[in-house]
């Protein structure tokens, strides 16, 4: 098959970074040193989740991947259940809604 991934393709790509390796590496260091100060506030930028746990802007994502943020959640809607009746409510509001539609269709 013929393609971007074909093995000729990829032999041809890995012997361009092999022979620009240190072209690379400049334009690593210069786009580091140009944009340092933006790069560091957005990696160390301390951001608070919805779950409560404190890091940093660039690893949220990550963390709300995690089992910690989860339990967290489960937690907390457990614990408050004003949030847990506010969650149900929405939920109940979209299957009436889908009712509705499904009604209409029918
Ligand atoms: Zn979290």
Redesign the pocket.
């Known amino acids: 098959m013929e393609g971007k991934c074909s093995v000729e393709y990829l032999e041809k790509a890995k012997a361009y970074r092999d022979t620009h390796k240190e072209e690379a590496k400049a334009y690593r260091q210069k786009y580091y040193a140009d944009n340092k100060a933006y790069l560091l506030t957005y990696l160390l930028k301390p951001v608070t989740?919805?779950?409560?746990?404190e890091?940093a802007l660039s690893n949220?994502k990550r963390?709300?991947k995690?089992r910690?943020?989860a339990k967290?959640?489960v937690k907390d809607i457990i614990e408050k259940p004003d949030l847990k009746q506010l969650k149900l409510k929405t939920k109940i509001e979209k299957l009436e809604k889908q009712l509705l539609e499904l009604k209409s269709i029918l």
């Open positions: 989740c919805e779950c409560g746990f890091c949220l963390h709300q995690t910690i943020h967290r959640m």
